[in-house]
């Protein structure tokens, strides 16, 4: 399978706990992006990198969040201190160059806080 | 700012009935639209896409979209519908950033 692939697929912690996934996008896709999707909600952005450059953040992601694309290849997220309302699934997407918009979505890291 | 407005929430259609979900956006450049379609516990599959040129559009799975200008919408369409369809359905609008609509959720009953 060569698709986006997102690392763990669920996630449970405990609040104040730190946590991180992992984003490998499709090969050679220069573009990889983050979302957060709640319950009942369609995706939101958060963020996304071009090559190890990030371009844009929403202001949803907080200071104790943080994504990282240090080669250009994978990507990490990571929550510091989460809280409840950081419950929901993670999902992240890649897409290649710079005039193609079509995204390529993984299956997402189920985040759940207690 | 951008938006995407997805109507109905639910809706139930009988296998082989054809199917209609509504998608209104806010925009302000000519949009790129997209339909997305998320399985239970399972991302999102990318159904179509609208960037430029003929208004209507054929994706996978026999669906098909239509972009009017003038109504700023842009919904997706099946003439038959089966039950392996069922599934949450999104429309998106953006360039690097996309805004999702909340979703309609798609029934089908035998």
């Known amino acids: 399978d060569t698709g986006v692939s997102q690392d763990p697929r669920h996630k449970i912690t405990k609040r104040g706990q730190n946590v991180t996934f992992r984003c490998d996008p499709i090969s050679e896709h220069n573009r990889l992006y983050w979302y957060r999707q709640t319950l009942g909600q369609g995706p939101e952005f958060l963020t996304y990198?071009?090559?190890?450059?990030?371009?844009?953040k929403s202001r949803l992601l907080s200071d104790r969040f943080s994504a990282e694309r240090p080669k250009g290849s994978f990507s990490t997220l990571e929550i510091q201190r989460t809280e409840q309302g950081d419950s929901a699934m993670y999902l992240c997407?890649?897409?290649f160059g710079t005039g193609n918009h079509e995204q390529y979505f993984g299956p997402g890291t189920r985040l759940t806080v207690t | 700012a951008q938006s995407v407005t997805q109507p109905d929430i639910h809706i139930t259609v009988s296998e082989g009935a054809s199917l209609e979900l509504r998608c209104n956006y806010s925009?302000?450049?000519?949009?790129?639209l997209f339909w997305y379609v998320q399985s239970p516990g399972q991302g999102l599959q990318l159904l179509l896409k609208?960037?430029?040129?003929?208004?209507l559009v054929q994706g996978i799975k026999g669906f098909e979209a239509e972009f009017k200008r003038s109504q700023s919408s842009f919904n997706l369409r099946k003439p038959s519908v089966h039950w392996s369809d069922a599934a949450e359905y999104f429309c998106?609008?953006?360039?690097?950033?996309?805004?999702f609509g909340a979703g309609t959720i798609l029934r089908v009953k035998s």
């Open positions: 998106a609008v953006g360039a690097n950033k996309l805004v």
């Open positions: 990198f071009q090559n190890e450059a990030q371009l844009e």
């Open positions: 925009y302000g450049a000519t949009p790129y």
């Open positions: 997407a890649s897409s």
């Open positions: 609208y960037f430029s040129g003929d208004t």
